[in-house]
């Protein structure tokens, strides 16, 4: 593991160790550390604006895991995004910044921009494309010259997805050329919720699409090739035989970063890149009727300054309490799973790419609970722990990555794994 030393003390410092997902976080860490030989090898603090929610944060904690010693013996850093001083304290104790205050957009540079010129590498569970894509258009550069890692999006968003390709592509015998996945998420009696600062973010990206388009000119990038027959494009709303259910693409953050991890595996290690679309389902009709009437008033609300304050004013209104101010209750939490399952083509060993159609299949899956506050948290802290413990695997010297791309040669795949996230191949 990376070392600690007298002036960076901490191997983790959970920065917004107070907001909703934070503190999942701590809780997280806390149980990653016990597992530690006498729980004293990862060395950990938290960090926010206020001492007093922290010490309640920790509080709490120290309750739900019976661990009295939290209360004590975890560390308080007072810090505050809108103060670059306390951001450059924080990230000077530091060797790995786990950074929970979203959204992003609004919230994540500053944070980004004190780890990078204070020797902190950087992690967060970010589901925002334009933000993640300026971060590393912006700092890949710089990071890379103090030899500093930028990996966003390590929770739910992307990592299942991601790192599903990656594991699709490890079990395929010969070359995979197209996947496309289908994310069913289970919840029980009460439903699946989610918290505002989720809700905020899509409403800002969506109000802000053009300006993404816009930065992707900026990278330069030719178009990666595809390799072998060109995957089939679908509706925007179909049944499928998968799921046995309606479902649309998927339109959180997976397709920016699986490309942008294609995209370095090409370029960098001159594999065969992977053309993957991504879909959720939505259930019945009653289910899409509500979904195009919710969804066309959206869009349009989304447009207009009113409207985007209308909407993040009553999230749980406008999307028919799908998410609130007040976030999931832990049965809510308990109660809900998620599956992504992987359907893959390719060629099978010996066959040439560019000769006919694919001959092979694959089917892959990832499972695991709850997906915002269970499953990304767990995701979070294995990135942080195998980025601790395999900093010589990951590429070059630093820069900002997604996760595919600073993880390929890990074992965070085993490290999920075994805490909860399962990769598998199934019959197809």
């Not at 983790?12 to 550390?33: D, K, L, M, N, Y």
């Not at 001159?270 to 019945?284: D, E, F, L, M, T």
């Not at 722990?385 to 791309?405: A, C, D, F, I, K």
Request: glycine share 10%; hydrophobic share 40%; aromatic share 12%.
């Amino acid at each position: 593991m990376a070392a600690v030393t007298a002036s960076r003390p901490y191997h983790i410092i959970v920065f917004g160790a107070s907001g909703f997902t934070g503190q999942f976080v701590v809780e997280e860490v806390a149980r990653c550390a016990a597992e530690s030989p006498g729980g004293s090898s990862l060395k950990w603090a938290v960090a926010g604006r206020s001492r007093r929610r922290l010490e309640d944060v920790l509080k709490q904690a120290a309750g739900r895991l019976s661990m009295p010693e939290l209360r004590t013996d975890i560390e308080i850093i007072v810090a505050d995004v809108s103060i670059e001083e306390s951001l450059a304290i924080m990230c000077q104790q530091g060797v790995v910044i786990l950074n929970c205050v979203g959204p992003y957009r609004f919230f994540g540079e500053p944070v980004v921009k004190a780890c990078v010129e204070n020797g902190a590498h950087y992690i967060d569970i970010c589901g925002e494309p334009q933000f993640l894509e300026r971060m590393q258009l912006e700092y890949h550069s710089k990071a890379l010259d103090r030899g500093v890692y930028v990996i966003g999006s390590c929770g739910f968003d992307s990592i299942p997805a991601d790192l599903g390709i990656l594991y699709t592509q490890r079990q395929f015998k010969g070359t995979l050329t197209a996947v496309e996945s289908f994310l069913d998420i289970s919840s029980g009696p009460q439903g699946f919720s989610g918290h505002d600062a989720t809700w905020q973010s899509a409403v800002y990206g969506f109000s802000d699409s053009r300006s993404l388009r816009q930065l992707r000119k900026k990278f330069g990038h030719k178009p990666l090739p595809v390799v072998g027959a060109k995957a089939k494009k679908r509706g925007f709303l179909f049944f499928s035989k998968e799921l046995q259910q309606y479902v649309i693409p998927f339109m959180g953050s997976d397709p920016s970063v699986v490309r942008r991890t294609q995209r370095f595996l090409y370029e960098e290690e001159q594999q065969s890149p992977v053309q993957y679309s991504a879909y959720v389902g939505v259930g019945g009709l009653f289910s899409v009727f509500k979904l195009l009437c919710g969804g066309l008033l959206f869009w349009f609300m989304v447009k207009f300054s009113l409207g985007r304050r209308l909407l993040t004013m009553f999230p749980s209104f406008f999307s028919f309490g799908m998410f609130s101010k007040a976030g999931p209750t832990m049965k809510q939490i308990e109660d809900t799973c998620f599956s992504l399952t992987f359907y893959g083509d390719g060629y099978s060993e010996g066959t040439d790419p560019s000769q006919g159609r694919p001959d092979a299949k694959i089917c892959t899956q990832v499972m695991g609970a709850e997906p915002g506050y269970v499953a990304t948290v767990s995701a979070m802290v294995q990135a942080a722990v195998t980025l601790l413990n395999e900093l010589h695997s990951l590429p070059r010297r630093g820069g900002v990555y997604s996760p595919g791309s600073a993880f390929y040669k890990t074992s965070l795949i085993e490290r999920l794994h075994s805490h909860g996230i399962k990769f598998s191949v199934r019959s197809y």
